[in-house]
């Protein structure tokens, strides 16, 4: 597996290209790439800053595909996750997970996303005309993530 | 344990991290502080911290506060010892 935290943006393809590599086993590519939306909560969004915990913010996510290794038929996985200073449109995250089927892929993916949107240390801070401001946690994604409790 | 254990818990150190909100607010993002003696898990040291009232009073209050104890999510009866890293910090926004 493959946990990466930077400032610089990431190339989809490339990145996907490098994790299948050599690996004929490899039936299914699932990803996700989280952007940056130019309004949030009903005000426009001019740029955003991400924090995170170093150290502790690659141990969780290491983790997160850990459990989902122990879940699913995964056969690696990759989380890119940048931090510092977006703008709309830009690229936030990048779940890949290979596997021999697209329903291990599907399913560890998106439990992957879920997983760290409410455990893995990121911090996003807003910028809009009203001034700067911490996003809060929506209740939405502890949903997201709960449900991956009843499902198999 | 007799002396040197003893000794080792009066002049336990341990690091606090603050992030996100936290640290704007409080105006630092780490300090080192001789762990009192009456500190032995997160809901005491989080206590200690609001004694100093004002501003550490007005967010450590907040229910939402998560804390870490070396790098991993810890509960309020979660234990510090001697050079522990403890974090305090919002719930998490990422993704």
């Avoid at chain 1, 997160?64 to 990759?78: E, F, K, P, S």
């Avoid at chain 1, 990048?94 to 992957?112: K, N, P, W, Y």
Wanted: charged letters at 25%; hydrophobic letters at 45%; proline letters at 3%.
């Amino acid at each position: 597996m493959t946990v990466r935290i930077q400032t610089a943006d990431f190339d989809v393809s490339a990145e996907i290209a490098g994790l299948r590599r050599g690996n004929a086993k490899i039936g299914a590519v699932a990803s996700f790439v989280g952007v940056v939306r130019d309004v949030n909560d009903g005000d426009p969004v001019a740029e955003m800053t991400l924090e995170h915990y170093p150290g502790m913010t690659e141990h969780s996510i290491e983790e997160i595909i850990a459990q989902a290794r122990g879940r699913w038929q995964v056969i690696d996985a990759l989380v890119v996750h940048r931090i510092g200073t977006l703008r709309p449109a830009d690229q936030i995250v990048l779940v890949v997970v290979t596997s021999g089927h697209r329903g291990d892929a599907f399913a560890a993916c998106e439990f992957i996303m879920d997983y760290l949107k409410t455990r893995a240390p990121f911090w996003k801070k807003e910028s809009t005309a009203k001034g700067e401001r911490w996003v809060d946690a929506r209740a939405s994604d502890d949903v997201a993530a709960e449900r991956w409790r009843l499902k198999g | 344990m007799a002396r040197d254990g003893v000794e080792r818990i009066i002049n336990a150190m341990i690091t606090v991290l603050y992030f996100a909100r936290l640290r704007e607010a409080l105006g630092t993002g780490s300090e080192t502080i001789k762990l009192p003696a009456d500190v032995s898990n997160i809901d005491n040291l989080r206590a200690h911290l609001i004694a100093r009232g004002g501003v550490w009073a007005d967010e450590l209050q907040k229910t939402a506060i998560r804390a870490a104890i070396n790098q991993s999510m810890a509960s309020g009866d979660s234990a510090i010892a001697d050079g522990d890293e403890v974090a305090f910090f919002p719930p998490v926004t990422g993704g």
